[in-house]
């Protein structure tokens, strides 16, 4: 019976034992994980922020994060005003300046890299900056601190860049410092950019390999904002403009377009076209879609057959002899439709459910308002690329609308992305 009862203890010991390092095991884990958390957070308490400034010369729209740090946003705060100071004073010489900054942030265990992309029309020579912050001294430091050795990694530099790059520009990059590189760091890439170069290139050399190859995997923990941003569902949408061209708004809002990677669709008037050819041309080479809007904007439900029939025919001809294209999506005047003008289309009859009435406001914030507050996946949005202040709102809108994970597309495209294949006669508000 004792001896029964002994065993029995001695089991339930061994039991509480293995349990306990069980949970402590568990507790390990947990508690790794929590740190890395807390260790991102801390110092990860992003904010993105803005300075979107415009004046007769400039356009500026920089994005820069403020973390809880105020020593680091100091050093970050700091290079954002200096860069942004230097600017204004080349834009004086410089009409239709504009600067783009948006960043990436990147971990390595107490070292935060700040990584900023640039388009800055007055100045060729850099387009991109990294600051490297050290997070327990709060100050500026460099790349040598978290390689696994400074030898090495100038070896596969050197290697990397002479297989790369012709020989006087591989020369020219050696001659440069450590301390000079640009780092970034993307899907366990490490790249690295040389910027400040003495000849003249029209690119900035870059070159890349594995995280592993020059930094210790295990002591790392990358956090990369900008691969978060990307794990958001993509959402589409199609801006569309009336009643141009226009040689300066539709080129501003062409401008606008390029510089944030997205795209658009145009409805043309044919008697406008006729004297807008190189903007015709340029939207055709960047990739933006044109559609007809009739030749005279005349009222379709209005028209008679041979009418009808000539305000699309002459507009197409128009369209295939600058651009040896054919017309493929037709947006009636006046959103007007009924079903003579369904019956004798022979393109889908492109509407919208977002309209701006831009026209009627002249208002860029106005516009830009009403698109981020009614926006959403999938649909078109009506403006006049023919307004200054349209061209406005739009230089507002765009970069916001990317910010937030949309993908701005072509009517072709969003119809193609939501699988609808667009027929003749039909109309079409949305793809959602
Ligand atoms: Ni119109």
Not at 104 to 130: A, E, G, H, M, P
Not at 159 to 181: C, F, G, M, R
Request: charged letters at 30%.
């Amino acid at each position: 019976m004792n001896k029964t009862k002994d065993n029995e203890k001695l089991f339930k010991f061994f039991s509480y034992l293995l349990l306990c390092l069980l949970l402590l095991s568990l507790f390990k884990i947990v508690y790794e994980t929590s740190d890395y958390t807390k260790k991102v957070t801390n110092e990860s308490i992003i904010i993105k922020k803005q300075i979107y400034e415009n004046d007769k010369n400039y356009n500026i729209n920089i994005f820069y994060p403020k973390v809880k740090n105020v020593k680091v946003n100091n050093i970050i705060n700091e290079y954002i005003t200096n860069y942004k100071n230097d600017f204004i004073k080349r834009s004086k010489n410089n009409k239709n300046a504009f600067l783009k900054i948006d960043y990436s942030l990147t971990f390595i265990k107490d070292y935060l890299i700040v990584y900023f992309n640039i388009k800055d029309n007055t100045n060729q020579k850099r387009i991109n900056k990294s600051i490297i912050i050290d997070t327990n001294e709060n100050k500026e430091t460099s790349i040598k601190n978290f390689i696994k050795n400074e030898k090495e990694f100038e070896l596969i530099i050197k290697d990397k860049v002479t297989k790369k790059y012709a020989n006087d520009i591989s020369k020219e990059i050696l001659k440069l410092n450590i301390n000079d590189y640009d780092i970034n760091i993307k899907d366990n890439y490490f790249y690295v950019t040389f910027n400040d170069l003495e000849i003249n290139l029209n690119y900035v050399p870059t070159i890349n390999f594995k995280i592993r190859d020059i930094i210790e995997l295990d002591d790392i923990a990358v956090f990369n904002e900008v691969e978060n941003n990307d794990i958001k569902q993509k959402k589409y949408i199609a801006l569309t403009f009336d009643d141009g061209p226009n040689k300066k708004t539709t080129n501003a809002i062409i401008d606008t377009l390029s510089l944030n990677d997205s795209k658009a669709t145009f409805f043309v008037l044919g008697n406008r076209i006729k004297y807008n050819k190189e903007v015709i041309l340029r939207q055709k080479a960047i990739g933006n879609e044109i559609g007809s809007h009739t030749y005279s904007h005349k009222n379709l439900t209005k028209a008679n057959l041979n009418e009808y029939n000539e305000e699309l025919n002459s507009t197409n001809i128009l369209f295939n002899e600058i651009t040896s294209d054919y017309i493929k999506l037709l947006r009636p005047p006046y959103g007007a439709v009924n079903s003579f003008v369904k019956e004798n289309s022979p393109y889908p009859l492109i509407l919208w459910d977002i309209d701006t009435l831009d026209w009627m406001s002249l208002n860029a914030k106005k516009v830009s308002d009403h698109v981020l507050k009614n926006v959403k996946d999938g649909d078109i949005v009506l403006m006049h690329d023919i307004y200054e202040s349209t061209a406005e709102a739009v230089k507002i809108m765009v970069p916001e609308l990317k910010e937030r994970g949309f993908e701005l597309v072509t009517v072709s495209q969003l119809a193609e992305i939501k699988n609808i294949k667009l027929e003749k006669g039909k109309v079409y508000r949305k793809f959602n």
